[in-house]
């Protein structure tokens, strides 16, 4: 985008503004006839625009641009659909039905946290015992082939077990599910902003998340299953939810009344915070995520439901997981918890610099983590588009962390001696007999359990060297395995990268400060690990009591609320969110937290997309069909039909109501035409549900010729009372309707309700202050148009 | 209300609303003249109307009837009137503006959190001190007289040390500022729900509730510092926001830009949040109360913000209170948690289901906790109206607090050995040497700290007798407290109850199950506590999150919130939370979460007042002056000015905009007239702030006689672009959009956007279901729709 360039249009447009503003203060009130002038002028070209633009969503686009957002999303549409039938409806059915309804709510919001809990459990346990047969082998191995010389068996062995398990993962997620890619994070934050991310909820790609994590953190790569377990928690929810499979083609005919975006959605972000819960056993943490990371519009109806489920998932697990480690019943059982029991550390007021000094660090590195991340997608995106060379990269990769863990197993030579360490394969390598390899003990186990010996091995168990050392090889591997066609997450990389570093730190201060006051290098191992992830991510609240619930600890919450803000601060000056970065790099239009600052003079009717196709009441079959399949448009306003007058200039329809092309779709499909009528006793809100939420294409669907010149009635169909403005309301205005209201279309209307242009979600997702562009002084008009 | 009526009246109407349908559904479209006629009828009364609404708002009304709705409050307007003075700012102050107005944001939430905690230092530092000095001298008195038989001269003394302090506190709430009265909790609700309740958030207020508190509890009511500081947060926010004060009238000249009902909303969340943390000592809990009881639309810069002043806020009392307790520095020193650290107690599965029945039980207790106090105040609102009597009332209380504690300690002998009780004045009482008195140890100290005693007590410190009297007449007290003339909160008498009947039930169970697994009666005092305040309250999260972070242990969130949950189910089956009840008794047209059930097809035509009153973007002076002074109308909408046809049918203007009584006031007493004109360049948006929030009445505006032929372009003032609706717009989507945006005024229009009514937060407060009425089959049609 040429910065200057964009610069001079807007103050064109600043100028054109305030004569607009110089004119209404002046009292000259603007004339229908003006605006008419305005909008009919591009008017008759309509059928010409709309084949342009069917073209324009058929190019392709540079990837990795950041300007222009992708036309391959649609928006969800969480504005309820009042139309005659749902009326209908729920008067026969009565407050029984809305109790029943309640009830059924519960029951799945249950139903989920036990899912949930179950499949987490089951990708845990696989882990824990894949891993052990893995690390105790090969810790057998290199000390059996070290007395011979032979440390290369070791080696290939470990790149052999590495390169097996990533080689299963990345196949899957590249052959079968790409979507399955990653931590599923930042796609399960675009489903709750509103985004319909293809494929994101279904099955299958359920089922390649989680062998596909199994696969990745057994083969070593620098990740952890916590990301995927979210994604997973996400699926759940919007599979049980449904009452049926469409990949399965299996219809259990229960909770119909739930399918439609906006339930769907409820119910989705109550999955995604029982995945929190299950990944760190957090459950509070778990609704604080899907508060800070989802949804627009929260109530507390949902807070709660989200939060029971959030609970039942902690529950769940903590039950399997105590029978696991034998000791059933024990819920509290401190070995439940992820990150291990932490000892109430004490910390006084002049170590609180210290810690925002930490989280300044942490939000540099983990700015730096991200723009190095960022560049290496872009690289990924153009040059390993290939699905064999995405398998070999991640093989690759997985090669790599054996190396390299190898390598600083072989080359320095830390040791400690035995019996001090938790480590349960301590590997003597060049040690001394009675001693151990500090750094191999790091090594062989997985990332989670290297953050816990971070967190809470003894006092100089780890030397500056080894810390240094892990910390440059580990920043530098986790960055390159994130975004991997793995499904692995990002989340015990970076702070096991932190602890690392803050456990380096301790070992700086304690030569400068006593080292009775500075306790423990635990605490500094947390704060760092915090600091990191704080840095990389950019949340606050939900991480700060995700931390505490995964480490046990409360009185710890100021210190860390302290790092996170300066975390946050110092990464925010740099870029935004590892999360949004990747949100961006696939052009998803994401509807921000605000409206971008002084836009209040930019106005709908610049904004919208005009001119709008709209729909009579009674419309033509034909018309409809033929309209369909020559556009993409999901939204048309239902008008009452326009009065063409003797001066030829069309004026508008007046505005009726919406509907949706799956509605039309599902009223083709059905034939629920006039003329074959007769219809009005058996149709009712479920012949829309029967077919959510993958509604047939308008090329599926048969119509006879005959049948196109019926006419449909669209008014019991179309949702009545759409929400619509002004043609001179505000770009704020409009935001805030569409951000917490959920909406998908809002149709724009003149003076006299007639529809005179449509703003969808990417109208407005378009409109984004870049920051960060280098020069401070054109921020503020850097405000990016393109299509 | 009968009830048998209200249903008639419903039925009937479901049978129109079905009529209705049918006809739409046989496809008639309705007709404009149809709507006129409907809607015209009743217009030419207009102004006797409105003399009739004015009369009415006189009305006494029957105090404690919960189906009627007040008048007496005005709600607060959450959205930006986007007028052209303010686009005018935004333009020439540009991008450094927005950026200065953020840091300023944050600069008032450090603020906001370091003069809560202070505040709250305050209080907690002279409630510690007087009690001590109270308490130690009561207890030597009783060892001293005992031994003479002269109890009845430290009972006298009781009596009066309670008095005292509460006749202060009660008088300074009676005569100086009644609002400051209860927890404040319910008012702050009602704020951030966007009502404003008169003088909740001025610094006389803050004073009163300040000294106040400090009086109730050191005058040894039941209650507790809590609410009182919650709420005088929220007043520090208003304030400090504002960098003005209208008691004092001084205007700092400060932050200026944030005089407005939505930036004042913001910042009142963020000085709640920050009370609760430094209530509480939980940061996290603040954010999550203020996002459970308070605002609507919640976005994640104000949460980030909340959560700093939250933080701030901890910080600031940890550091003034380690240096109090003699430990400068260190900052989770475990004696800044109020209800004293709890070791990791472990629990164990079976024990669930024991939690779960002390949910139930606490959320019965609870309930009828409730009911007692709901009826209590009832009868005080009828009974109680006399300031003295309320004072009298106040005393009496305090007097009867002191009677009961020293019939207990003197009837029940409950000794025991010295030496493992941690109480800081040992009675001897009756006991032998060695020995001291239990109750008087529960009694001569503040709550708060018994509700320490309960939960951190040896096993076996108390006995069932004295446990099962104690909770019987705190239970009493409390309820009898709660309503009082005092400042005074709910929380800990609550938390004290339930902690004492939570050990009595581990005196029974150990009868039953073996001690050891029971591990101590803590426990079950944590459980029973939080089971009885959650039945009391109703809140879930927050208060989980709150107990978590004020008892240190994070370990008991599972048992907290299955305890919780079961809390609310019992008691929600029963009656409504007890801020609830009595923001319904004080008629507060409190917007509920969701819309009631079942109102699809109750319509904008139907909920909307009309005739409404509108003007035209060029009004008369002589009008304006008139209608402000007949109407206590707080919105109009402009129109283009109607047009009177021929045939005499009054047709409607077309909106242009919403302008407040406020603004018109101001443009009235700037007098911003056509004719005085050449006012343009020295108007800003700031006119309106200088005034904000007390807006001078129509009285106090004096308009000449020949100035009312003047005009006003009202066009620059008001909103260009008010949110409206079309008249068939079904409840629930009105509802969603108030809730939402913050709304206060909905023009209703016509097919042909001309206004025909005007729809506010009452009209559609007014819509309930009401619960609980006995007959469940009625139920679903209680609507109330009374004025």
């Not at 915070?273 to 459950?283: D, L, M, Q």
């Amino acid at each position: 985008m040429d910065t200057e360039e964009n610069a001079n249009q807007i103050d064109n447009e600043e100028v054109i503004r305030v004569t607009h503003f110089r004119n209404l203060s002046s009292m000259s009130a603007p004339s229908q006839e003006e605006l008419n002038s305005i909008y009919t002028d591009d008017c008759k070209s309509l059928l010409s625009s709309v084949r342009r633009r069917v073209e324009i969503s058929d190019e392709k686009i540079e990837p990795g641009s950041l300007n222009v957002l992708s036309a391959k999303y649609e928006s969800l549409d969480y504005d309820t659909c009042e139309n005659h039938l749902l009326l209908d409806e729920e008067r026969k059915k009565g407050y029984k039905f809305v109790v029943k309804k309640n009830l059924a709510r519960w029951f799945i919001f249950l139903l989920i946290g036990v899912v949930t809990a179950l499949i987490a459990c089951a990708i845990d346990i696989s882990i824990e015992e894949l891993s052990q047969v893995k690390y105790a082998s090969l810790s057998q191995y290199v000390d059996h082939y070290i007395t011979e010389g032979k440390l290369y068996i070791p080696y290939f062995l470990w790149v052999l077990y590495n390169i097996v398990p990533v080689f299963i993962g990345a196949t899957l997620v590249a052959f079968v599910e790409p979507i399955a890619a990653g931590s599923g994070i930042p796609q399960v934050k675009c489903y709750l902003n509103g985004v319909k991310v293809p494929r994101v909820v279904r099955i299958k790609t359920l089922f390649v998340k989680s062998v596909g994590v199994v696969c990745s953190v057994v083969g070593g790569l620098a990740g952890g299953k916590e990301g995927p377990m979210i994604h997973s928690g996400a699926v759940v929810a919007a599979g049980i939810s449904q009452g049926k499979s469409t990949t399965f083609k299996s219809d259990f005919n229960m909770f119909y009344y739930f399918r439609e975006d906006h339930e769907k959605r409820d119910f989705v972000s109550g999955g995604a915070a029982a995945g929190v819960s299950a990944a760190f056993g957090a459950p509070v943490g778990g609704v604080l995520f899907s508060l800070e990371e989802g949804t627009s519009f929260w109530n507390q109806g949902l807070t709660w439901r989200t939060f029971f489920a959030s609970v039942i998932s902690t529950f769940t697990l903590n039950v399997v997981l105590s029978t696991y480690h034998g000791v059933p019943g024990i819920l509290n059982f401190p070995g439940l918890l992820n990150l291990g029991q932490f000892e109430r550390f004490s910390y006084q007021i002049y170590e609180i610099p210290i810690f925002i000094l930490m989280g300044c660090i942490g939000g540099f590195l983990g700015a730096l983590w991200n723009h190095l991340n960022f560049k290496l997608s872009v690289w990924r995106v153009k040059y390993i588009r290939n699905k064999f060379l995405k398998v070999i990269e991640a093989c690759l990769v997985a090669a790599l962390t054996a190396t390299v863990g190898f390598l600083m197993m072989y080359l320095i030579n830390d040791c400690k001696p035995l019996g001090q360490d938790p480590t349960k394969y301590p590997t003597q390598m060049y040690c001394g007999d009675g001693e151990y390899n500090v750094l191999a003990s790091i090594w062989f186990q997985t990332p989670e359990a290297s953050v816990r010996s971070l967190f809470h091995d003894p006092p100089n168990t780890h030397n500056a060297l080894s810390l240094g050392v892990f910390v440059v090889f580990y920043y530098i591997l986790s960055c390159t395995t994130f975004g991997l066609a793995c499904s692995i997450g990002l989340f015990i990389p970076t702070l096991l990268t932190g602890a690392a570093w803050g456990r380096l730190l301790y070992v700086g201060l304690a030569h400068v400060l006593p080292v009775a006051t500075l306790v423990h290098p635990g605490k500094y191992a947390l704060i760092g690990a915090a600091a990191q992830l704080g840095g990389v991510v950019r949340m606050t609240i939900s991480l700060t009591v995700i931390i505490m619930e995964t480490t046990g600890n409360i009185s710890f919450a100021l210190p860390l609320i302290v790092t996170l803000i300066a975390a946050k601060w110092t990464g925010d000056f740099f870029n935004e969110g590892i999360y949004d970065t990747h949100i961006q790099l696939s052009g998803v239009p994401l509807l921000p937290w605000e409206p971008p600052p002084l836009v209040h003079n930019v106005y709908a009717s610049e904004v919208m997309s005009h001119p709008v196709i709209t729909l009579r009441t009674n419309e033509n079959v034909g018309h409809i069909v033929e309209l369909l399949k020559l556009t993409t448009y999901n939204g048309f306003p239902v008008v009452d039909p326009p009065i063409t007058d003797q001066s030829e200039v069309v004026t508008y329809g007046r505005i009726r109501g919406l509907i949706l092309r799956s509605q039309l779709i599902v009223i083709l499909q059905r034939k629920l035409f006039n003329e074959t009528a007769e219809y009005w006793d058996t149709v009712t809100a479920s012949i829309f549900r029967a077919e959510y939420p993958r509604f047939p294409t308008i090329d599926q669907v048969h119509i006879a010729e005959e049948e196109k010149t019926y006419s449909i009635d669209l008014r019991p169909f179309m949702n009545p009372s759409p929400y619509s403005v002004l043609h001179s309301t505000s770009l704020p205005r409009m935001f805030r309707l569409f951000r917490a209201l959920g909406l998908r279309h809002l149709p724009i209307v003149n003076d006299t309700n007639e529809v005179i242009g449509l703003v969808t979600r990417k109208d407005l997702a378009r409109y984004r202050v870049w920051h960060h562009q280098g020069r401070m002084g054109v921020e503020e008009l850097l405000i990016s148009k393109e299509l």
